[in-house]
């Protein structure tokens, strides 16, 4: 599955899962778009690894939250390259909450978090799509979450902002065809800094050895399984695909693993 010669944006993608992401997309042979809003000196980090796999690549500053940064993002890649061919819209935002504590969060809350997850991947996706209806082909690929699916997650508005970006991908799965594909992962736990900064190491650790020991494929996930999907959607080897959630959490969606024999 080649990517050479193409575009890509990543949104947020200076760190985490983001950057995985990005280097996965430039081994395939894509340029690439590096997207940051607060982390200037590890976009910076980030990009020069992308171009050591010998594409091009550029850094733009950007909040998907703003409507005016979406387009400018956008035009930053095609006044480079003059085209877009594939958007992944990984950047995304949270607030820890309780999902039983009903006071622990505010309308101001939920609409903070939606207009990362939900309407920045709208933004995005409407100030690519001329681009790629353009070249006549384009995929877009949006970041969700397990959340999404199963109502769990850091809070109950991050939980439905996920759900909202997954009834969003069906919606403009049908609306943009035949020219542009839109899919949606849904990953479970990834071990990147969000969690060891937000938790500690230990904790960190701890979480992680959990998703060994419960999961149905026994293992924690790490950025690059997610950024392995990100490219088959993104690449010729999806041409048949769209509209698709793809659940990608070691089997966690399927319950505690098996006990095994003795």
Same mark, same amino acid.
């Given at each position: ?10 949104? /947020? &993608? ?23 809003? *607060? &982390? #200037? ?5 980030t990009l020069? %690894?992308?171009? !050591?796999?010998?594409v091009d ?61 939900? =309407? /920045? !991947?709208?933004?995005? =996706? ?6 790629? #209806?353009?070249?006549? *082909? /384009? ?27 997954? @009834?969003? @991908?069906? &919606?403009?799965?049908?609306? %943009? ?24 190491? !230990?904790?960190?650790? *701890? =979480?992680? *050895? ?27 080897? &999806? ?5 698709? @959630?793809?659940? @990608? ?11 095994k024999a003795?």
């Open positions: 599955m080649t990517l050479k010669d193409k575009v890509s944006i990543v949104t /947020g &993608s200076a760190t985490g899962l983001g950057a995985a992401v990005a280097m996965k997309l430039a081994e395939r042979g894509s340029n690439v778009v590096i997207n940051y809003t *607060k &982390s #200037k000196k590890e976009a910076e980090e020069a %690894l992308v171009k !050591a796999k010998g690549a550029i850094m733009v500053q950007g909040d998907v939250g703003e409507d005016a940064d979406c387009r400018r993002i956008a035009q930053a890649a095609v006044d480079k390259w003059g085209r877009i061919d594939v958007l992944v819209n990984n950047a995304g935002t949270t607030q820890f909450a309780n999902h039983a504590d009903l006071e622990a969060l505010s309308a101001d809350d939920f609409m903070w978090i939606y207009k990362v997850n939900v =309407i /920045g !991947a709208y933004q995005m =996706i409407r100030a690519c799509a001329p681009h790629m #209806k353009k070249a006549g *082909k /384009g995929s877009v690929v949006n970041i969700s979450s397990i959340a999404g699916v199963t109502g769990i997650g850091s809070s109950v508005a991050y939980a439905a902002s996920k759900g909202a970006l997954n @009834t969003m @991908t069906l &919606s403009l799965a049908r609306s %943009l065809a035949p020219e542009i594909r839109v899919n949606a992962i849904c990953p479970g736990f990834i071990g990147t800094r969000w969690f060891s900064d937000r938790f500690g190491d !230990a904790q960190f650790e *701890k =979480i992680k *050895k959990q998703q060994e020991e419960t999961t149905p494929l026994a293992r924690a996930g790490t950025p690059d399984d997610i950024a392995v999907s990100v490219a088959f959607f993104a690449g010729e080897g &999806s041409d048949h695909i769209t509209g698709e @959630t793809l659940i @990608t959490d070691a089997g966690l969606h399927l319950g505690f693993a098996p006990l003795r």
